[in-house]
């Protein structure tokens, strides 16, 4: 085991293998607050890569709702409830991560689901914790709450999957940090299936191998973002590049959201693995909550995210998601205007922060009558 740096724990950890950094890391930021469960973004990673054999149940993107669906059945709370207490003093984290927990003989704290605990990838959709009771008010947090979780793989800068592979099949792209399996190499053992504690690697029955989301990479080789994030209804999702803190460029704009803002936190950090997938945690669910799920950054995070109508540049980048299919390298608000760079320096996307306001005549003076459209 080697001693890495893992920043969102704020400590060093164990690790299978030495801390080597690839020369730019992809990442996202999801802002959970927008999410409307369409699963447009589950489809076009479906129709795109996995609609072959042995792929019937696999979904490199879902969306569960929380507090009660998941995909596999459980996968969170049963690794919570393996890795005991997780406490943090400040920003350090002082429980063990799964590197640390793991038992002997392993390399990591995992669990491998049965084939039936991915048959119901909408298991629990919708419904709410706690029921609606006779003089249930609004009181800032929600009394009944859910939200939606979009899932991909969160291409860590200390992967499981890589690290529990036996036969060295999983690696991580020096220049891009996608995570990927040598389909070659593989051998189907599912080492990775067991040791990926947020179940992003899917074992294939008929190929034998194991599969996982590959970061629509040739996209990103083309300066493109990956198909859930170009097809996602609610604009969410926001793809680009991330840093380490002590590198971070404020016109980067996951850096920007991340290490600038910190508005958008990593999902489950005291696992360990550096997770590159942030999100903008839900605003109306109870802090306890969403503390266990994205650690102690969840509070400042939100007072962050509700100064966004006072706050133009942060209320400027939010408006960049979804604004356009290539990837944003570098952003800047000028004035009354938002602007997205690739990374040439080229302009590619402008919006105004506001949308114009038009107001339609609906009194139609002619015939005395309001009408839907007077023209
Ligand atoms: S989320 Fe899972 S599959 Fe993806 S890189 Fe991390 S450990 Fe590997
Ligand atoms: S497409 Fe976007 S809004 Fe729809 S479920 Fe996926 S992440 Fe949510």
């Not at 724990?9 to 927008?34: H, L």
């Not at 503390?291 to 980048?317: C, H, I, N, T, W």
């Amino acid at each position: 085991m080697a001693r890495v740096y893992n920043w969102q724990i704020g400590r060093e950890m164990s690790y299978w293998y030495p801390e080597k950094r690839p020369k730019r890391q992809f990442a996202a930021v999801f802002d959970t607050n927008k999410c409307i469960a369409c699963q447009t973004c589950t489809l076009a990673c479906k129709t795109t890569w996995t609609s072959g054999k042995g792929q019937e149940y696999m979904l490199w993107n879902n969306v569960e709702t929380k507090p009660y669906g998941f995909y596999p059945i459980a996968w969170d709370v049963n690794l919570l409830e393996k890795l005991g207490v997780q406490s943090w003093t400040g920003g350090r984290y002082t429980g063990r991560t799964i590197f640390e927990a793991a038992e002997a003989g392993e390399r990591v704290l995992g669990w491998r689901p049965d084939e039936m605990d991915y048959s119901n990838p909408n298991v629990g959709e919708d419904d709410c914790l706690n029921g609606v009771g006779k003089g249930a008010h609004f009181t800032g947090e929600h009394q009944s709450w859910f939200f939606y979780l979009a899932r991909m793989c969160n291409h860590c800068t200390y992967p499981a999957c890589l690290s529990s592979c036996p036969r060295g099949a999983v690696y991580k792209r020096p220049e891009d940090g996608i995570v990927l399996i040598d389909q070659q190499r593989c051998r189907g053992y599912q080492e990775c299936v067991k040791a990926c504690p947020y179940k992003k690697t899917f074992y294939n029955p008929m190929t034998r191998t194991s599969e996982k989301c590959i970061a629509c990479f040739p996209k990103i080789e083309s300066g493109l973002q990956p198909q859930c994030f170009v097809n996602c209804i609610g604009k969410i999702r926001l793809a680009g590049w991330i840093s380490k803190p002590e590198a971070a460029r404020a016109e980067s704009p996951i850096d920007f959201l991340v290490h600038v803002k910190k508005v958008a936190l990593p999902l489950f950090p005291q696992f360990g693995l550096e997770p590159n997938v942030y999100y903008i945690p839900p605003v109306h669910v109870p802090r306890e909550y969403l503390r266990q799920m994205f650690g102690p950054g969840v509070d400042a995070a939100l007072e962050v995210y509700k100064s966004a109508p006072r706050d133009k540049d942060l209320a400027g980048l939010l408006t960049l998601f979804g604004s356009t299919e290539r990837m944003i390298a570098k952003w800047k608000r000028a004035g009354e205007q938002v602007l997205g760079y690739d990374e040439t320096g080229s302009e590619i996307v402008r919006i105004p922060l506001r949308e114009p306001v038009h107001i339609r005549r609906a009194f139609d003076a002619a015939r005395g009558v309001m009408r839907a459209n007077v023209s």
